[in-house]
């Protein structure tokens, strides 16, 4: 299966360079190279979905991860758990079982970010 994979942004990849050769104060200009690579990952569709939930539930089953997102396919889930894995954002566990068994979880930084997210919803919800 053909992962899409997430990628690091290169270095000037918003233009900042190009801001501070036309004239922009270095110390005023503000980069925006490393958002890039966050928001490849978060603005990917289930993805802030499953982190609030992974966060609200601790440890999870793909079962229950596809019971809690009936309207997302099975291998949507796959790659978006794999893209959160790769990312360092959540934990993959595998049992050595018969039925096998994985379990998620976030990570230290996949907390931190999900954290983060909350003062991104409260200001978006602000009236």
């Known amino acids: ?18 801001r501070v050769v036309a004239g922009a104060k270095t ?6 190279c490393s958002t890039t690579g966050l928001v490849q990952i978060i603005g990917r569709k289930y993805a802030l979905r499953l982190l609030f939930l ?8 793909f079962g229950d991860l596809r019971s809690e997102m009936d309207d997302m396919s099975s291998s949507t889930l ?9 990312a ?10 018969i039925p096998p068994r994985v379990e998620y979880t976030l990570t230290k930084k996949g907390e931190a970010m ?4 909350f003062n991104f919803s409260k200001f978006a919800s602000r009236k």
């Open 1 to 18: 299966m053909g992962l899409p994979i997430l990628t690091v942004p290169e270095a000037n990849a918003c233009g900042c360079m190009d």
């Open 114 to 117: 999900r954290k983060s997210l």
């Open 27 to 32: 110390d005023s200009h503000e980069c925006l």
């Open 88 to 97: 360092g954002l959540i934990t993959r566990r595998m049992f050595e079982e």
């Open 54 to 61: 992974l966060g609200e539930r601790g440890v999870m089953r």
């Open 78 to 86: 796959t790659i978006r758990l794999v893209e959160l894995e790769q």
